[in-house]
Every structure is written in C-alpha cells, then in structure tokens.
C-alpha cells in the first residue's frame, strides 16, 4: 500500500484515494444527456405540440349509418330473439324447470 500526504499534511493511500474517485464517477443513468438526445427529446416534444390532437370518438358520427341496412337489421332482430330467448329459460330455471 502506498501512502502520500496531501498538501496538508494529511495522509492517504492510493486504495481509499481510488475508491473516491471511482464514486465520484455517475453511471450511465446519472449522466446528463448528450447533445443527440436532447435535440432527441425536443423534437420528440415539438413533433407532440405541433401534430393535430387526437380525435375523440363522437356517436354523433356514426347514428344512422345502419339505417336501412337489411344485415343490421337482421343482426337486431337476432340480438332480441337471443335475449328473449335467455329471459324465457331464466325464468324457467326460477320456477324449477329447465
């Protein structure tokens, strides 16, 4: 172990003196950005405030689009006879048959 005393006097080893240097030093996580990934980021940014903003779905649109259309048609008439379908055998399960 090599020791050396600073320009105080105090005296040091060359091991404790690496240590410390070797936690100054930050991780990939902990560096600042380079210049790449900033200008990166900002037109990442840029690119969010400039684009038009996303449309939200409006029922308003769509109403009346299956109007007259005989496969929609066919579609509700199928949905309703199901449902009836299950009422009528729930209600025959409630009075014990099956």
């Not at 060359?14 to 560096?31: F, G, K, P, V, W």
């Not at 990166?40 to 299956?66: C, H, I, N, V, Y």
Request: proline share 5%.
């Amino acid at each position: 172990m090599l020791t050396r005393s600073n320009h105080c006097g105090a005296r040091y080893d060359n091991t404790q003196l690496c240590y410390n240097l070797s936690s100054l030093i930050l991780d990939e996580a902990h560096m600042p950005p380079t210049l790449k990934e900033r200008v990166e980021a900002l037109e990442r940014q840029m690119q969010e405030l400039t684009s038009p903003p996303a449309r939200k779905k409006d029922w308003r649109k769509t109403f009346g689009m299956s109007a007259n259309d005989p496969v929609f048609d066919e579609m509700i008439e199928l949905g309703r006879k199901y449902r009836e379908a299950e009422r009528a055998r729930a209600k025959r399960s409630d009075r014990g048959g099956t």
